[in-house]
């Protein structure tokens, strides 16, 4: 399946169409888009999907799309997660994950704006595959990971690169949890469509220039694994979300380093899921 947020209202996603969750259960189900990461709630949204008639529903408007998990109750980003970004910033490969939070205020949408604040010039994209969980989760091993999950969608970690490493103090949660730096969408998509979600195709574009191209499968500590090292000391629930890092490419990279202007778009594509597109704006 693919779940939207739509216009604020939880929806399925199916043949452009969006199905209103709350009004085709005639009430049954909550509007609240959060319910779409609750695993126990899929088989409900599964029949929905197959006896609605799609065509009956309005069709897909882009701009309408809001983050499919407008509401986190924790997020969690991995630093140096691909082996060829780890190359590009001249450092060994981890040993552990380094983990950072990333706040509910961060959340936007898969079209909204990516605020700048005003005087900051030093700020970056990174495109990452974000897995969002479906139920509780404690003390997982790596090999029942996945089933946790209530589906992945895609994401970008947004970062202060001035305050993440270069500030007296450096602040790498906040450098990385401003508002709007953490857009998701366009869909939350339930493992059942992605046959390989261990290795999806992701692509970075900055202003129509390709900047990130990557794969999954080059993740240096995979979704099950971050999800095993995480659940031995974190409670995750519904909704809890993980970036889980960014291929080489990122603007600091750039000789000379490119990062986000006015009037730049950032897009965010991975395989299966769907693309992003964020305008930037500086205020
Ligand atoms: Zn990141």
């Known amino acids: 399946m693919r779940l939207a947020n739509y216009a604020g209202r939880a929806s399925i996603v199916v043949d452009g169409h969006a199905i209103d969750v709350?009004?085709?259960s005639n009430g049954a189900l909550s509007s609240d888009p959060m319910?779409?990461?609750d695993l126990d709630v899929h088989p409900t949204l599964k029949s929905i999907a197959e006896a609605e008639q799609a065509d009956q529903w309005p069709a897909l408007e882009l701009a309408r799309l809001g983050a499919p998990v407008p509401r986190p109750p924790k997020g969690f980003g991995v630093?140096?997660?691909?082996?060829?970004?780890a190359t590009e910033s001249g450092l060994t490969l981890p040993t552990e994950p380094h983990l950072f939070g990333k706040m509910e205020n961060c959340v936007c949408g898969p079209f909204d704006e990516i605020v700048v604040p005003a005087g900051r010039h030093e700020v970056d994209y990174e495109a990452e595959l974000v897995v969002v969980f479906g139920r509780t989760c404690r003390a997982a091993s790596a090999g029942d990971a996945w089933s946790y999950l209530a589906g992945v969608t895609c994401g970008q970690d947004i970062s202060d690169r001035g305050e993440q490493f270069r500030l007296p103090v450096k602040q790498f949660t906040i450098a990385k949890t401003y508002d709007t730096f953490g857009p998701?969408?366009?869909y939350l998509v339930t493992l059942d469509e992605l046959p390989q979600p261990d290795a999806l195709e992701i692509e970075g574009r900055?202003?129509?220039q390709v900047m990130q191209h990557s794969?999954?499968?080059d993740l240096?500590?995979?979704?099950?694994q971050l999800v095993e090292w995480l659940s031995r000391f974190i409670t995750f629930q519904p909704g809890d979300l993980i970036w889980t890092g960014t291929p080489g490419?990122?603007?600091e990279a750039q000789k000379p380093p490119r990062f986000l202007r006015a009037g730049d778009v950032v897009e965010t594509e991975i395989e299966g899921i769907g693309t992003m597109r964020n305008p930037v704006v500086e205020r």
């Open 22 to 24: 709350e009004r085709a």
């Open 35 to 37: 319910l779409l990461s």
């Open 79 to 85: 630093a140096l997660n691909y082996r060829q970004h």
């Open 184 to 186: 998701i969408g366009p």
């Open 206 to 208: 900055l202003s129509g």
């Open 215 to 217: 794969n999954t499968s």
């Open 220 to 224: 240096i500590f995979g979704v099950p």
């Open 249 to 251: 490419g990122v603007g």
